[in-house]
């Protein structure tokens, strides 16, 4: 199901799994990945005026929302960031999309990364919303970013450890995270932060979450560790976007940091916390509406 207005659901067959999301609008093709703990429903204040200019296609990954949740593997493979950017390149080009823009908050910033780096020849632009690259946080870590990230190690944990106390009252840990990362109380609609914790209250999608996390501190760095002994950056432009009272924003020089990773970049912070498409709906959409149009 989806709460995007004017927008139609959609469920391909993709790498094997089921991808689900909506579709909406016309014009260049646009992907919106959400983050944690989130869907494709995060995006409900920006799509629908980005359809106006684009073919939206706002997508649940792998483990979340209404897609599939493959079980684990020992190494992660399933949740690595590599698999879930190939599932949504196999999606745009099954919808009729073989080059296409790109933005993604949190959870799915880290697959657009990845999703630049694997195939640069699909995306023409990308956005990254309030992250700064997995290598580098993990790199830098200390007591600040251990104390605001907690959950980056607690959800690493060996099953099923984190997945049973989260699972023993789903809907409190959805509303405490969005309560801890964001800065904007009136920001989350009860319609989205219902949709949220409908899909939390599945333990498939609680195990998948964790599974993502426990990639991202293991296969991911491998892969990251590669680009970076390699020279491999992002080519496209790349706009980094974050909230100007969140940890992030605080806590690095985020274009900076970006600078290192990507050879092409521009940003700035926009008002409030982690949540920029909900804390922040009209900065947000300004900003992709003028990043992905300026050609």
Not at 25 to 45: C, D, E, I, N, V
């Amino acid at each position: 199901m989806t709460i995007l207005d004017g927008f139609t659901p959609f469920r391909r067959a993709i790498n094997g799994i089921t991808i689900a999301g909506a579709i909406g609008g016309s014009g260049p093709p646009l992907l919106l990945l959400h983050g944690y703990p989130q869907t494709h429903a995060m995006w409900h204040a920006v799509a629908p005026a980005l359809a106006e200019t684009f073919t939206v296609v706002a997508a649940d990954l792998r483990g979340y929302g209404d897609s599939d949740k493959p079980a684990d593997d020992p190494a992660h493979a399933t949740y690595s960031k590599r698999a879930m950017a190939a599932d949504m390149v196999g999606l745009m080009e099954q919808l009729g999309f073989t080059r296409f823009a790109v933005a993604g908050h949190d959870r799915g910033a880290r697959v657009t990364h990845r999703m630049c780096l694997d195939y640069p020849d699909r995306v023409t632009r990308a956005a990254v919303l309030d992250i700064a690259p997995t290598h580098y946080m993990y790199l830098t870590a200390d007591r600040a970013f251990a104390t605001a990230y907690y959950h980056w190690f607690f959800l690493i944990q060996p099953a099923p450890l984190p997945e049973r106390l989260i699972g023993a009252d789903p809907e409190f840990w959805v509303r405490s995270k969005l309560a801890h990362w964001g800065r904007t109380p009136t920001a989350f609609t009860e319609q989205a932060v219902a949709e949220y914790v409908r899909c939390f209250r599945d333990p498939a999608t609680i195990a998948a979450s964790c599974a993502d996390y426990r990639a991202a501190a293991s296969i991911d760095l491998v892969h990251d560790d590669e680009d970076v002994r390699t020279g491999r950056k992002v080519a496209c432009p790349l706009l980094v976007l974050w909230g100007a009272s969140g940890f992030v924003g605080k806590q690095y020089d985020v274009a900076q940091v970006w600078r290192a990773y990507a050879v092409d970049v521009q940003g700035h912070s926009v008002p409030g916390g982690h949540f920029l498409p909900e804390e922040a709906p009209a900065e947000t959409l300004a900003a992709l509406r003028r990043f992905f149009t300026d050609n």
